[in-house]
């Protein structure tokens, strides 16, 4: 059974850093891509950062330069390292094992102005 557990959510000032985390489980982590997204109420889910197998990275514009996506195969998890929070990245984050249907429950990130 898959697995995907965040943690790392929570209420920060604008400016103010996060670092979210995922661990997985019933899975082959090393050998899968890695997404996190986001939800804002009212707004599709996005895209925010993935990591490939071999630690390759992509981030939406949005995020570059703020966030960081990194991955521990030794521990079967994966971060977000947010930086320099806005109040626009207020939503709810979520983990996904990238071409496959697994996500998490998600974790909530608030950024007050």
């Known amino acids: 059974q898959v697995q995907l557990v965040e943690s790392g959510g929570g209420l920060v000032?604008?400016?103010g850093s996060l670092r979210l985390s995922c661990a997985a489980?019933?899975?082959m982590f090393r050998i899968n891509a890695m997404g996190?997204?986001?939800?804002?109420?009212?707004k599709?889910?996005?895209l925010v950062a993935s990591i490939t197998?071999?630690?390759s990275t992509n981030y939406a514009d949005s995020v570059k330069g703020r966030f960081t996506i990194s991955r521990d195969n030794a521990k079967n998890t994966v971060y977000l390292q947010m930086n320099s929070l806005k109040p626009e990245d207020t939503a709810l984050y979520y983990c996904k094992v990238e071409y496959s249907?697994?996500?998490g429950q998600g974790t909530?990130?608030?950024v007050s102005s």
């Open 101 to 103: 249907q697994y996500w």
């Open 53 to 55: 197998a071999s630690g």
């Open 25 to 27: 489980s019933g899975i």
């Open 108 to 110: 909530q990130v608030t």
């Open 44 to 46: 599709q889910r996005e």
């Open 36 to 42: 996190w997204y986001r939800q804002a109420p009212g």
């Open 13 to 15: 000032q604008t400016g």
